[in-house]
C-alpha cells in the first residue's frame, strides 16, 4: 500500500463514514459501553460519529483510503468538538444511569489535553471486512508524515486495549488510564512526539 491511496473525504461523505466506524466499532469496549444493546448500538452510534469527529471535515483533516475501507478524522489545532450537539445526543440516546460517567470521563480526557498546539485524533476505524490489511498504518502514516513536517506532536484515547501496540509500533506513549468506576471502560490517552 502507499500513501497514494489516501485521500481528503468529502462532507457529504459524512454518512458513509459514519455507517462504517459504526462497522468498525461493533466491538469497541467503550463504545458498546455507552451502547450496550445492538439495536441502539447501530441506530445511535453513527450519530456519534458526526457530533464528536464531525469537525474534522471543516478542517480537510478527515481521511479515506480508495474504497473507503477506513477512515481517520483528525484535529487540527483550534478544532473543537461540537459540544453541544454532542451532549444532545447523549442525552437523547445514552442510558441515564450513565450520563453522569460520561461526562466525568470526558472531562479527564480534557485534563490529559496538555499541548494545545498538537494534532488530536478523535477516531479512526476500518471496516470489519478490510482490516489486517494495513489500511489503519497507512490512514495514520500518512497524516504523521505531515504533523511530523510541521513539528508538532499528537495525541489520542485508545477505547480499546487491543489497539495499544498498534498506537505503540507508531511511536506513541501512554501518558495515563482514565477508568473511574468498575464497571467502566478503561481508556489509554497516549501521545507522539513530532520525529
Known amino acids: ?45 453513527p450519530k456519534f460519529v458526526e457530533a464528536f469527529a464531525g469537525g474534522a471535515f471543516d478542517q480537510n483533516a478527515a481521511f479515506v483510503d480508495k474504497d473507503l475501507g477506513g477512515a481517520c478524522m483528525w484535529f487540527p489545532p483550534g478544532t473543537e468538538v461540537n459540544e453541544e450537539g ?3 445526543h447523549a442525552i437523547a440516546t445514552i442510558a441515564p444511569e450513565r450520563l453522569g460517567q460520561m461526562g466525568e470521563i470526558f472531562q479527564k480526557m480534557e485534563d490529559y489535553r496538555v499541548d494545545e498546539e ?13 482490516q489486517g ?3 489503519g498504518a497507512l490512514l495514520m502514516n500518512s497524516v504523521l508524515a505531515k504533523t511530523d513536517g510541521m513539528g508538532m506532536s499528537t495525541y489520542l484515547e485508545s477505547s480499546n486495549p487491543a489497539n495499544i501496540p498498534f498506537y505503540k509500533r507508531l511511536g506513541y506513549e501512554a501518558i495515563g488510564e482514565i477508568k473511574i468506576a468498575d464497571d467502566t471502560p478503561l481508556l489509554t490517552p497516549m501521545c507522539r512526539a513530532n520525529r
Open 133 to 135: 490489511q494495513g489500511i
Open 118 to 130: 498538537a494534532w488530536y485524533l478523535p477516531m479512526i476505524g476500518v471496516d470489519a471486512k478490510f
Open 1 to 45: 500500500m502507499d500513501e497514494t491511496k489516501i485521500r481528503v473525504a468529502q462532507s457529504n461523505e459524512i454518512g458513509k463514514i459514519a455507517a462504517m466506524m459504526t462497522v468498525a466499532f461493533s466491538g469497541d469496549p467503550f463504545m458498546r459501553w455507552m451502547y450496550p444493546e445492538p439495536d441502539a448500538f447501530i441506530a445511535h452510534f
Open 86 to 88: 454532542l451532549r444532545q
